[in-house]
């Protein structure tokens, strides 16, 4: 399975959407109304430009309405194996949070960039995970010798972006 992302304007991506019925596809717009297309398939992009994502782990649907964070986290190349044993064995406690909707863990395709996108009901939701035991499980170790947060394998810091899902085919 692979993940497609571009962005535009909400008229242009939508445009996009009601012409490609048939695909997978969701509108992600955040608060500075910047908007990003995702299109999740097993073929190639319907995109003129992409970026491009391996999904290595994923859990859910995509859903028609809600709240996506995407925790982009960039990794050397040497780091990539010990990223993704990381997630490939973690607790998988979210998939019981209230809310959650989805999880696709991202392997870049033409960047250094993972992402880990998770979609909500709600972005109370997703604040309710963050204080949660299990996002407590889930990060028990960071910060730790065992972290994978230690390990220098990061080549700058992560960042955040958080979106409301404002449509999908």
Do not use: C
């Not at 304007?9 to 717009?29: A, C, F, W």
């Not at 992009?45 to 782990?57: G, L, M, T, W």
């Not at 780091?79 to 959650?100: H, L, T």
């Not at 109370?124 to 499980?137: E, G, I, P, R, V």
């Amino acid at each position: 399975m692979n993940i497609y992302m571009t962005s535009g304007t909400l008229d242009y991506l939508q445009k996009i959407v009601e012409n490609n019925e048939e695909q997978n596809l969701l509108i992600l717009q955040d608060s500075e109304e910047q908007v990003l297309l995702i299109h999740e398939t097993n073929n190639e992009s319907i995109f003129n430009e992409a970026r491009e994502y391996e999904v290595i782990d994923q859990t859910g649907k995509l859903p028609d309405m809600g709240y996506a964070v995407l925790n982009n986290i960039p990794v050397t190349e040497e780091g990539r194996p010990v990223f993704e044993y990381r997630f490939q064995n973690r607790a998988r406690m979210v998939e019981s949070e209230p809310g959650f909707a989805a999880i696709r863990v991202l392997r870049p395709l033409n960047s250094d960039t993972y992402i880990i996108l998770t979609l909500w009901n709600s972005e109370q939701d997703f604040l309710n995970w963050q204080t949660s035991k299990a996002y407590d499980h889930a990060h028990k170790k960071r910060g730790t010798s065992e972290g994978v947060d230690q390990q220098p394998i990061f080549p700058r810091p992560s960042y955040v972006t958080k979106y409301t899902v404002v449509g999908s085919k």
